[in-house]
Nanobody, 121 residues
Framework: VQLQASGGGLVQAGGSLRLSCVAS????????MSWFRQAPGKAHEFVSG???????RYAGSAKGRFTISRDNAKNTVYLQMNSLKPEDTAFYYC????????????????WGQGTQVTVSS
């Protein structure tokens, strides 16, 4: 499985961005998909995940502001980010794990290349 993330950019605080992650290969519906982020000098941080049945999980920092969704017909997972804050600035990565959740970076089986999100104050 290869993952390609896109949609990052520069936005002012309070703004919105939608990240996309397209997966190559078949059986996308078998994979639990996650979004992680990494700010400079920090470890990878779980942001959100969506299971094969559509069950959603959010980190506390994302709850109420971010929404994860998936379109299995398009092999794509999305992360809609609203009310962005400067502390959301990071590289955002999508990740996949077959038939199990990945809420830690090391639990994922596949990782995308990352897309930069910068939120100015």
């Amino acid at each position: 499985v290869q993952l390609q993330a896109s949609g990052g950019g520069l936005v002012q605080a309070g703004g919105s961005l939608r990240l996309s992650c397209v997966a190559s290969g078949s059986a996308f519906g078998d994979y639990e998909m996650s979004w992680f982020r990494q700010a400079p000098g920090k470890a990878h941080e779980f942001v959100s995940g969506i299971g094969t049945t559509g069950l959603r999980r959010y980190a506390g920092s994302a709850k109420g502001r971010f929404t994860i969704s998936r379109d299995n017909a398009k092999n794509t997972v999305y992360l809609q980010m609203n009310s962005l804050k400067p502390e959301d600035t990071a590289f955002y990565y999508c990740a996949a794990r077959r038939f199990a959740r990945a809420t830690m970076w090391s639990q994922a089986e596949y990782w995308g290349q990352g897309t930069q999100v910068t939120v100015s104050s």
